[in-house]
């Protein structure tokens, strides 16, 4: 019976009952059919041939059943392309004729999306196993022929004949009365990681609860004696509509990754010596939980990369969770972690002996329940204090914005991302302390504005300054490449007391921001001062950014001086008032009007009005 053919409370047990069922059949699979490696070395086939869409690779042979591609490059333009091979005495011929072998469990044709060529090379692993069932029959040693076919247009993009008498490493024996059983580490909630290994390699499944949009992280600690992010050698994974992901990452410091420093893929460290040192076995979608399996040699031999013991000592690993960038052009970088150790949690392995997970995951669809975003209508004063400080997870930085988050955001006037209504013709100041110091990354937040929703301008290269083609409005000098508003660093941070904020749906905005304190850095004559004066030629909508990082500011919307009413404005941060000027305040309506612009009072606009108060009205 169709669970969707059920209603009421009887479908929503028999779903619960069904979700509970696919978690415990899914945790068994994992234990018990967990994919054995190899202890002999890939045998080295060949290399494939150039023939359409920049389409290239190292092939190797891991056993009878697996292939291995080093450094495969494709761009993605192709549409219905297959992993097609050709059998001892078949003909090959681009019409057909040869047998598709799927590109993993979970998809017969390659994603149409590019592979290396600019971004970060990728190695895959590819096995006859994953079917159909007449690739799944076939030993490598009885193919002579590997293509990347197009079934659409008939033709081949990328071609390898195999050598011949070439000693296959046979594939490991599996025995019924004894099943490899992978151990399996509970890391948090919502994150297992499984492993088995051998003398020489390490099979590694991360499982998540986690969305498309997000990754998961393991690997080895960058301290010997305790989990330590910094140092640490860490593989991310994810699976989108492309497919599953494991790309080998280093962490040389806590900021985005910025000419080959911070949270990076191996190939995109400073001196170009990281490689991706990882291949991709399968993943998987069930439900609410992902799970993506790779491979590695125990030692690579790359000096990014942290050697797995399994001599029966123990190590200290680190991990992590939370968003990837998705934005075009970003990479699939790893952003700033929702989850990760906290409170000095040290987490140790032993990869030898390892442990057992008693229960799989129980994933619960998180409720996003975004704050509202606060308003800034600036008619006076048009003075701005910029900090820095926490974003506010799911419920602030992300959810305001839809963007990805790094886990720390700016904050004027004291308001996390506030949208600025500015006016043309109108100089305004802003008083930036976000970090000065270029040699502490985390700590360092020039501000500018300009026409980027992304910002990180110091993050581009010069082929990413092409395409942006990003137009600067103030804090930044396009001809030196130079920030000119960083000013000491200010953030709104946790306090000890309060400890990291549940952040549920029943908080507010305001309830958040009353448990962060601001601690400061250096004088106050170090902040920067950046003056700004929008005119006919600013777009309607610009933003206010980071220099260094990605997605730390927000929207500012430029009107003509007429344009901001005088209702429905926010606190300017210059106390609670509705009203947005004290002193001397003109209003442009229709008539002979005053305002005094002290307490809360409306004007109009129409006609002769006069509103009494305090001041030169």
């Avoid at 010997?224 to 599953?244: F, H, Q």
């Avoid at 800034?376 to 997870?393: N, Q």
């Avoid at 026409?451 to 082929?463: A, F, Q, V, Y």
Wanted: aromatic letters at 10%; a negative charge; proline letters at 5%.
């Amino acid at each position: 019976v169709s669970i969707n053919s059920l209603g009421g409370p009887v479908r929503r047990e028999c779903a619960d009952v069904r979700a509970k069922m696919t978690q415990i059949l899914t945790f068994l699979f994992l234990s018990v059919c967990f994919c054995a490696t190899t202890s002999q070395s890939p045998v080295l086939l060949g290399t494939l041939s150039v023939m359409q869409h920049r389409t290239s690779g190292i092939l190797y042979a891991i056993n009878e059943k697996t292939f291995f591609i080093q450094n495969f490059e494709y761009d993605g333009f192709g549409d219905a392309v297959y992993f097609y091979v050709y059998t001892s005495g078949q003909a090959v011929n681009r019409n057909g004729g040869g047998i598709i072998v799927n590109w993993s469990s979970t998809r017969a044709t390659i994603p149409n999306r590019r592979f290396g060529l600019g971004g970060p090379s990728e190695n895959m692993t590819v096995s006859l196993t994953n079917g159909p069932p007449n690739a799944a029959n076939l030993n490598i040693s009885n193919i002579q022929t590997v293509t990347i076919w197009c079934q659409q247009f008939r033709v081949f993009f990328a071609r390898l004949d195999l050598p011949t008498n070439v000693n296959i490493p046979p594939l490991s024996p599996v025995t019924t009365d004894a099943p490899v059983v992978p151990f399996c580490i509970q890391l948090h909630n919502d994150l297992q990681v499984f492993w088995t290994h051998n003398d020489s390699h390490i099979s590694i499944r991360q499982c998540g609860c986690i969305s498309e949009d997000q990754y998961m992280a393991f690997g080895i600690s960058g301290n010997d004696t305790k989990t330590y992010m910094v140092g640490a050698d860490v593989v991310v994974t994810w699976i989108d509509s492309d497919g599953p992901k494991a790309v080998d990452y280093y962490l040389t410091g806590r900021q985005q990754c910025r000419g080959g420093e911070g949270v990076c893929p191996d190939t995109l460290l400073a001196g170009g010596t990281g490689t991706q040192d990882i291949a991709m076995i399968s993943g998987s979608t069930m439900n609410e939980m992902r799970c993506v399996e790779y491979e590695r040699l125990l030692n690579t031999g790359d000096s990014s990369d942290r050697p797995y013991l399994v001599n029966n000592q123990t190590q200290f690993v680190a991990w992590a969770y939370g968003p990837r960038a998705t934005e075009e052009g970003l990479r699939d970088l790893a952003f700033f972690h929702t989850e990760y150790p906290r409170n000095g949690d040290n987490f140790q392995i032993n990869f030898a002996q390892g442990s057992r997970c008693d229960e799989p995951l129980q994933c619960v669809q998180e409720m996003v329940c975004p704050w509202e975003g606060v308003n800034i209508s600036a008619m006076e004063p048009t003075m701005f204090l910029v900090k820095i400080g926490l974003s506010g997870g799911s419920r602030g930085y992300q959810g305001i914005t839809g963007l990805s988050g790094w886990g720390i955001a700016y904050y004027i006037n004291d308001t996390l991302i506030p949208v600025l209504k500015l006016r043309r013709n109108v100089t305004y100041t802003f008083i930036v302390e976000a970090g000065n110091d270029p040699s502490d990354g985390p700590k360092y937040h020039p501000f500018y504005i300009t026409d980027s929703i992304d910002g990180g301008i110091l993050l581009d290269t010069p082929e990413d300054r092409v395409r942006k083609n990003e137009q600067v409005f103030a804090g930044y000098n396009l001809e030196t490449n130079e920030p000119t508003a960083a000013g000491r660093y200010c953030a709104h941070e946790e306090t000890t007391e309060s400890g990291p904020v549940a952040l549920d749906c029943d908080s507010s905005l305001q309830d958040y921001l009353d448990t962060l304190d601001v601690s400061c850095q250096g004088d106050e004559s170090d902040a920067a001062v950046l003056t700004w004066t929008p005119d006919g030629n600013t777009p309607d909508v610009v933003y206010y950014q980071c220099a260094n990082h990605l997605h730390l500011g927000w929207r500012i919307e430029v009107v003509n001086g007429t344009d901001i009413g005088m209702a429905n404005n926010t606190d300017t941060g210059m106390g609670n008032n509705t009203n947005t000027g004290m002193g001397n305040n003109t209003n442009t309506g229709m008539g002979n009007n005053t305002n005094t612009g002290m307490g809360n009072n409306t004007n109009t606009g129409m006609g002769n009005n006069t509103n009494t108060g305090m001041g030169n009205n």
